[in-house]
């Protein structure tokens, strides 16, 4: 199979750079060439040591009000389509991937204009904005969740693939569930997503400092949280004397993930999917004002599988969680139940069926290639590599 040249396009979030991250490590490795398109914001986010190279592209929101700021996100659009095309020329793409999020938007109308191969990735339950204003100049939809909202009978160009992880996710997937023994710490990981979240510093420190101090001796707390709500978490958490390990970022997430008997978090499609692949039992606070309300979508996916549990963000106080804490941290079978369902729930092999067909696909092939790959490699992706027991 020859190789091919693939831009990856991604807006500037966890959400949508770590998918294209986990797609870009397959691509490379069956010799393909890549180049990812963001913003500035996705710089930091990007493995250090990489075999593709990353260009920004500028981009900002329609969603201001008022003319002003609509017309400037007009000419910066306008900037980014010139400067997409200008990298596509010099690259040589033959086929652009888009991930979502406005930083997508000038790259993917690029690839159009230059006739290019379009293929959207959606990671989430719900289709997002951007894939949405872009799916009809796309040639293939790839989704994450069947069935995903927003796609209608007329969007037969779409595929379930799943959501493609990071090889240090897939890698994780191997170690079993800690066991918890009567000397054994309860690690719990604390994590809101790439830029944190306020309402996890506000309200899980007070929930867990109210659970009974015999059961609260034995936690250990690892949470990431946003640089303004840095000192005060760490001081709750001191005065408590409880020990934890606090941070505005974990470089070493998956191993933090991978060492952990519980997750408290938000349900961005990413974490939803990394959770699942490494198989560990989470409890979702999704985000009120996600867009279609598609991070309570998103959980409600792995809560159906009987991997996670989730609250209203309105509706929660500290004393109703901690109470739901007392009751999951004291049934550790429960905990083992729910960390097999999670892994179960994961699609470990998503980066993978996506190369499959990015590799495959011509404009010549892509029907046939889409009928194929909604036979047998979405049966693999949901097929995975499923444990019979729990681990």
Not at 25 to 34: N, T
């Amino acid at each position: 199979m020859s190789a091919v040249r693939v831009i990856l396009a991604a807006g500037g979030t966890g959400g949508h750079v770590f998918p294209a991250i986990g797609l870009a490590e397959a691509l490379s490795k069956r010799g393909h060439s890549v180049l990812c398109l963001t913003d500035t914001r996705a710089i930091d986010l990007q493995p250090s040591v990489r075999s593709w190279d990353v260009k920004c592209i500028p981009a900002i929101s329609f969603s201001g009000r008022g003319i002003r700021p609509k017309t400037r996100a007009f000419w910066t659009l306008i900037k980014g389509i010139f400067l997409s095309r200008y990298f596509m020329k010099k690259f040589d793409a033959e086929i652009v991937v888009g991930f979502g999020g406005y930083p997508t938007v000038a790259p993917i109308i690029a690839a159009f204009i230059s006739r290019s191969i379009v293929i959207l990735h959606e990671q989430n339950a719900v289709l997002g904005r951007a894939n949405r204003w872009l799916s009809s100049i796309a040639h293939i939809i790839a989704t994450s969740f069947e069935p995903t909202k927003g796609l209608n009978d007329e969007h037969c160009k779409t595929v379930l693939v799943g959501n493609p992880v990071r090889n240090e996710m897939k890698k994780a997937r191997s170690s079993p569930y800690p066991i918890i023994k009567a000397d054994t710490k309860i690690n719990i990981l604390v994590i809101g997503g790439s830029a944190g979240a306020k309402i996890l510093s506000d309200t899980v420190p007070k929930a867990l400092l109210l659970l009974p101090t015999s059961l609260r001796k034995n936690l250990s707390i690892t949470q990431q949280c946003r640089k303004e709500d840095l000192s005060r978490v760490v001081a709750i958490y001191k005065t408590a004397k409880q020990k934890s390990n606090i941070k505005t970022f974990f470089n070493d997430i998956s191993e933090k993930i991978k060492n952990s008997h519980l997750v408290i978090s938000r349900s961005g499609a990413s974490t939803v999917a990394e959770l699942s692949v490494i198989g560990r039992p989470a409890i979702f606070i999704p985000y009120q004002f996600a867009i279609d309300n598609h991070q309570k979508i998103n959980a409600d996916a792995m809560v159906k599988s009987g991997g996670a549990w989730s609250f209203d963000e309105n509706n929660l106080q500290p004393k109703a969680l901690a109470n739901f804490l007392e009751e999951i941290l004291t049934d550790h079978e429960k905990l083992r139940s729910a960390a097999y369902a999670s892994r179960n729930f994961g699609t470990p092999k998503s980066s993978e069926v996506l190369a499959d067909l990015i590799s495959q696909v011509t404009k010549a092939n892509i029907s046939e290639l889409k009928s194929k790959f909604k036979q047998t490699n979405t049966a693999q992706k949901m097929g995975g590599d499923y444990e019979k027991t729990p681990n």
